[in-house]
Every structure is written in structure tokens, then in C-alpha cells.
């Protein structure tokens, strides 16, 4: 298995730019989701999915979009790009909760982000 | 909210000693805690989590963790540290669903 994987790996964009960061998962897991690392602040939640046409948002929304159209699959929608979103963005998945059972997450090898 | 806290910024240990990294929570209702670990421009992974029961947890690569109830404590520790140890650590708390709730990390350096 591929696990996590995220494109592309660095981006520098202008100000105002779109852009989409992909991911995709190849364990079948329903629950996924995008961070967002900044020096200092840990990881923050930016939006997640529980499945297929499932998203909801987390701690730090704005700026971002996501859609989930397949369970394999959970792009991050940058509309009109900022300094402030330069940062490093992470895409994790885990297995369904639901049951109410406790997974960890596993994480993407990272996309770095630089807006000007 | 659940939340966590690693007061730490930086833990310097020698190799072969012992090796700590702290962390707090708050929590309303059971608390579900996990260590994951970044090595350098890497992605975050998992090292071991706390459900229930057993207030030792035993995880990869020789780390365990000590969950303390009454002092809210979810120390990760390591009996003898190796250079390769040298990495950010995060604890982290569910916090409703499948979300985790990230500290703030710790550098760990580990002194040959």
C-alpha cells in the first residue's frame, strides 16, 4: 500500500492564485482530513470527511474548500490565495469511528505552501 | 474543547539517558491521547495511544507512555535515548469523532 499520498510536494504561489492540493488514500479508510502546520502552533484542523459526500469544517475554515466524491480522494481548494495561508499542509485518514471505536490517523508526506 | 498542552519547547537529553517529553490535557468525559512523532520534513507518525485501561502503554520504537489520572498527565518516555530519537513529538486529544486536537510539539535533541 501507497498509504497517504499528497501532490505536490512544494508550491509557491502569487497572491490571488487558486491552486488544489491533492490526496489520496488507498486503505479504504472513510475518515479523512487537512492540517495545517505553522512554527510554534502545532497542528491545526482545517476541514474533514467521514465518508463520501460527508465534509464538515474544522478550527481554521476560511479560505479553504474541500468536496469528497470518492472515499479514495479529499482535495484542498485554495480559492484566492494569502501570506497567511503559507504554511505546511498534511491530509490523514483512519478507519470509521463510528463503531465507536479509536484509530490513529495516518499522515501524508506534507505539501509546503509559500504565498508572495 | 478538548486540548493539550506541552510546556516544553525543547528537550536536550544525552544519548543513553533516559528521555521525557510532558504533556497536560483537559478533557470533558474520557480522555483518548495519542503520541505521534516527525522526523524532518516528514509527515506525522503514530507512536502509541491511550483508550482505557492499562496506565502504561507501550508503543513503537521502545516508546511507552504514562497516563496519569489525577495529575492529567500523558508523559511519553523513553528508559534510553538515541540519537536517532531527534525529532518533533506532538501529543494529541480526540476531540469529538475522528478529530484530534494537537499540542504545540516538542524538539527533542538527542546529545551523542
Known amino acids: ?116 | 474543547a478538548q486540548s493539550v498542552a506541552q510546556p516544553e519547547d525543547q528537550v536536550n537529553v544525552a544519548e543513553g539517558n533516559p528521555l521525557t517529553v510532558k504533556c497536560t490535557y483537559s478533557v470533558s468525559g474520557n480522555p483518548y491521547l495519542f503520541w505521534y512523532v516527525q522526523y524532518p520534513n516528514r509527515g506525522l507518525q503514530f507512536l502509541l495511544k491511550y483508550i482505557t485501561g492499562d496506565n502504561l502503554v507501550k508503543g513503537s520504537y521502545g516508546f511507552e507512555a504514562e497516563f496519569n489520572k489525577s495529575q492529567t498527565s500523558f508523559h511519553l518516555k523513553k528508559p534510553s535515548a538515541l540519537v536517532s530519537d531527534s525529532a518533533l513529538y506532538f501529543c494529541a486529544v480526540r476531540d469529538g469523532g475522528n478529530r484530534l486536537a494537537f499540542g504545540k510539539g516538542n524538539q527533542v535533541v538527542v546529545i551523542p
Open chain 1, 1 to 116: 500500500n501507497a498509504g497517504v499520498t499528497q501532490t505536490p510536494k512544494f508550491q509557491v504561489l502569487k497572491t490571488g492564485q487558486s491552486m488544489t492540493l491533492q490526496c489520496a488514500q488507498d486503505m479504504n479508510h472513510e475518515y479523512m482530513s487537512w492540517y495545517r502546520q505553522d512554527p510554534g502552533m502545532g497542528l491545526r484542523l482545517i476541514h474533514y470527511s467521514v465518508g463520501a459526500g460527508i465534509t464538515d469544517q474544522g478550527e481554521v475554515p476560511n479560505g479553504y474548500n474541500v468536496s469528497r466524491s470518492t472515499t479514495e480522494d479529499f482535495p484542498l481548494r485554495l480559492l484566492s490565495a494569502a501570506p497567511s495561508q503559507t504554511s505546511v499542509y498534511f491530509c490523514a485518514s483512519s478507519r470509521d469511528h463510528r463503531g465507536g471505536s479509536i484509530y490513529e490517523q495516518y499522515f501524508g508526506p506534507g505539501t509546503r505552501l509559500t504565498v508572495t
